[in-house]
């Protein structure tokens, strides 16, 4: 699977140069040309790393790589047209990954792109991170720790919270029965109390959906039951 690579850059000339390098590089490329729509994207997806440009309308490339720096750990390259050290340093002190100065040439940007995601892919063993998450449209679930964030703001989940989204985010797009979940999720044979798998649903629904009206994550199947979307 190609690695997902975010360009945070409001110059669309300069966003579509480094694009097209880093897809001839075999990359799969996303591209937000504002600060808002930039940061959405960092904190609601999965990217293997993210070039981020300091001046941007909406929000600044400073408070994004904070926000972002916050609850993530991919690798992020900032991009400044200036050559000033404090930019770097603030930059740095922030926690970005490294600094490329415009101009700069493709081959350089898909360069330090590939010498990074080695270096992370090293330290942090990133693949086998991978298997212990799940990363759907802002909402992550980290099965080791038990923990969930949407949109990089951790909900706080009881057990058989927990127990009952990650069952159903690690079957996504199948219907269960309300027998079936209880079964599975509280080990029991579906005459004891299935009331309380709707009662989990509501709750779960006001943790993770932006609108518990029209959910995104977790649809009710009428009739028949739920199903996790993706």
């Known amino acids: 699977m190609a690695r997902r ?11 579509e140069l480094e694009k097209d390098y880093l897809e001839l590089s ?13 940061q959405a994207s960092a904190l609601g997806e999965d990217y293997d790393l993210i070039i981020l440009d300091i001046m941007l309308p909406g929000i600044d490339g400073f408070d994004i790589l904070k926000n972002v720096r916050a ?11 200036k050559k000033e050290d404090i930019d770097k340093i603030r930059g740095l002190g922030l926690g970005a990954d490294d600094y490329i100065t415009k101009p700069f ?3 350089e940007l898909v360069a330090r792109v590939k ?17 212990n998450e799940i990363n759907i449209r802002g909402l992550k679930i980290d099965k080791d720790a038990r ?12 057990t058989k919270e927990f127990d009952l989204l990650l069952f159903l985010a690690e079957h996504p797009n199948r219907v269960f029965t309300k027998e079936e979940i ?25 943790k993770i959906e932006y609108n518990t009206s029209k ?7 009428w009739g028949v039951g739920y199903r996790f979307k993706v």
């Open 5 to 15: 690579i975010l360009i945070i850059e409001d110059e669309v000339s300069i966003a």
């Open 26 to 38: 075999g990359f799969e490329v996303v591209m937000k040309n504002d600060g808002i729509s930039g």
């Open 71 to 81: 609850v993530k750990e991919t690798p992020i390259l900032m991009v400044t047209a």
């Open 105 to 107: 040439s493709p081959s």
């Open 115 to 131: 010498a990074h995601l080695g270096r992370y892919d090293r330290l942090k063993g990133t693949a086998v991170e991978r298997n």
């Open 147 to 158: 923990r969930v964030w949407v949109d990089g703001d951790e909900k706080i989940f009881t």
């Open 182 to 206: 209880f079964k599975n999720v509280w080990d029991m044979n579906s005459y004891g109390d299935i009331a309380t798998v709707t009662v989990h649903i509501k709750k779960i629904r006001e």
């Open 215 to 221: 959910p995104q994550y977790i649809e009710t199947i």
